[in-house]
């Protein structure tokens, strides 16, 4: 089956441990991006990858990193969470080229006390 | 920059009656795409419908249809025969064609909650 695997799907945290949420795709996809949703705030984009080795930040990427080493994985990390990064995260993939719609995982709630 | 605007941010419908839901977008482009996406209470994002701008057909996917006006900046969503399993929040989205670096980010308005009424 097609699909975007996040983990984990909940995790509950402390302000200052370094944090890991897993994303990886097996539908050979180019693009890769993290997003966070936050009521009233709709979805934002963190960052983004358009290939191996190619990252750049979205719209919201202070307190976060990324890497890009293979093509299926696309790692989010939060090197010191603190309480404003509690949300919704969603890892998202789609194909290169002209009108493909990006494909989600089932997100990640982070909550960070 | 591109901003996508949902103006109703909860919406009500009897099951198997017709809603509309209303998205407008400000852009200067003249080639993009548009997305709406569903968001059940499992907080999976499902991809619902997609419209390729250059595109005048509306585009339609069995009950979900969209009414894309290009000149009046609207992609409004019709959900036809209204199901209980419809209700969830539904997301318009944005985006630009990935070329000259752009990585075609998608671009979210904030959401409308639909509810269906048995």
């Known amino acids: 089956e097609a699909q975007v695997t996040q983990n984990p799907r909940y995790l509950i945290t402390v302000t200052g441990k370094k944090l890991t949420v897993t994303c990886s795709q097996n539908m050979n996809h180019e693009y890769m991006s993290w997003y966070r949703q936050d009521p009233g705030l709709g979805l934002r984009q963190i960052y983004y990858s358009m290939n191996v080795e190619v990252t750049d930040k979205g719209d919201v990427p202070e307190g976060y990193k990324v890497s890009r080493k293979e093509k299926r994985n696309f790692p989010l990390i939060l090197e010191s969470p603190s309480p404003n990064q509690t949300s919704l995260y969603f890892c998202?993939?789609?194909?290169?080229?002209?009108?493909?719609?990006?494909?989600f995982g089932s997100g990640t709630r982070l909550t960070v006390v | 920059a591109q901003t996508v605007t949902q103006s109703q941010p909860e919406m009500s419908v009897q099951e198997a009656e017709t809603v509309t839901l209303s998205c407008t977008y400000d852009t200067s482009e003249s080639d993009y795409y548009l997305f709406w996406y569903k968001q059940p209470p499992s907080r999976q994002m499902i991809l619902v419908i997609r419209q390729e701008a250059y595109k005048q057909q509306n585009a339609t996917e069995n009950r979900f249809s969209v009414n894309f006006q290009k000149a009046a900046k609207s992609f409004s969503l019709k959900i036809s025969d209204s199901q209980l399993g419809d209700a969830a929040m539904y997301f318009c989205?944005?985006?630009?064609?990935?070329?000259?670096?752009?990585?075609?980010?998608?671009?979210f308005g904030k959401g409308t909650k639909l509810s269906v009424k048995p």
């Open positions: 998202a993939s789609r194909r290169a080229g002209r009108g493909y719609g990006y494909t």
């Open positions: 989205a944005y985006r630009r064609p990935n070329y000259g670096g752009s990585q075609g980010n998608l671009i």
